[in-house]
C-alpha cells in the first residue's frame, strides 16, 4: 500500500513539474518574440571633424589640455564654444574682484603704516566720518579676506573649465540622440499580461 502511494506521489509531482516546465519554456518564447527597439542603430548627422572626435579615444584627455593650457580652448575643440564667454565672464569676474579687493587692501594698509610713522595725512581723514587706525586695520583685513575668496573662486573656476572640457568630450562619445520617444505595448495573451514601456532614440 506505502509503495501504491509513494509511486502516486511520483507520478503527480512529476507531472506538475512537466507543466510548469512547458509554461516557463512559452513564457520564454513570448518575451523573445517582443522585439525591443535597439538604441544603438542611432545616427546623427556630424560634420567629419566631430565625427573624427567622436572616433578618437584621446579626445577627452585633449580636450582637458587644452583646456589647461588656454582656458575655453577644450570646449572650442570639441565644437561647444557658446561656453567660452560663460567660463571667461567667470574668470574676469574673479581677476577683476582680486585686483580691486587688493588694491583697496594696499591703500588701507599704506594709511596704517603711515599713521604708525607719525603721518595723518591719508584719504581716510577727509571723509564725513574720520577712520580711526584700528578701523584701517579691521577695513586691511576685511579687504584681505575678499582678495583670497577671490582668488579661490578664479582657481575653482579654471579647475571646472578643464573638468567640463573632460566631461562633454566624453558625452560626445556616448553619440545619444536629442530626439526621444516613449513607446507603451500592451501585451495579452493566454500566458503573459502586462505592459511594455519602449525607450526609443530615432
Do not use: C
Amino acid at each position: 500500500m506505502r509503495l501504491k502511494n509513494f509511486l502516486y506521489l511520483i507520478i503527480v509531482f512529476g507531472s506538475i513539474s512537466l507543466v510548469a516546465q512547458e509554461k516557463i519554456k512559452k513564457n520564454i518564447e513570448a518575451i523573445n518574440s517582443i522585439t525591443i527597439p535597439d538604441s544603438l542603430k542611432y545616427t546623427k548627422n556630424y560634420s567629419p571633424r566631430i565625427k573624427r572626435l567622436i572616433e578618437n579615444p584621446l579626445t577627452p584627455s585633449k580636450a582637458a589640455f587644452f583646456s589647461a593650457i588656454i582656458p575655453g580652448l577644450g570646449q572650442a575643440y570639441i565644437g561647444k564654444g557658446w561656453k567660452v564667454p560663460i567660463i571667461y565672464s567667470l574668470l574676469g569676474s574673479a581677476v577683476y574682484s582680486y585686483d580691486l579687493q587688493n588694491k583697496e587692501m594696499n591703500s588701507y594698509r599704506t594709511a596704517y603704516k603711515r599713521r604708525k610713522n607719525g603721518f595723518f595725512d591719508d584719504e581716510y581723514l577727509e571723509t564725513d566720518i574720520p577712520i580711526t587706525t584700528e578701523q584701517l586695520l579691521l577695513g586691511m583685513e576685511f579687504h584681505k579676506n575678499y582678495r583670497d575668496m577671490a582668488l579661490i573662486l578664479g582657481a575653482v573656476a579654471y579647475m571646472l573649465n578643464i573638468l567640463d572640457a573632460n566631461v562633454s568630450a566624453h558625452l560626445l562619445q556616448f553619440n545619444v540622440s536629442d530626439d526621444l520617444s516613449l513607446t507603451p505595448n500592451f501585451i495579452f495573451n493566454q500566458e503573459q499580461t502586462g505592459i511594455r514601456i519602449a525607450l526609443q532614440f530615432k
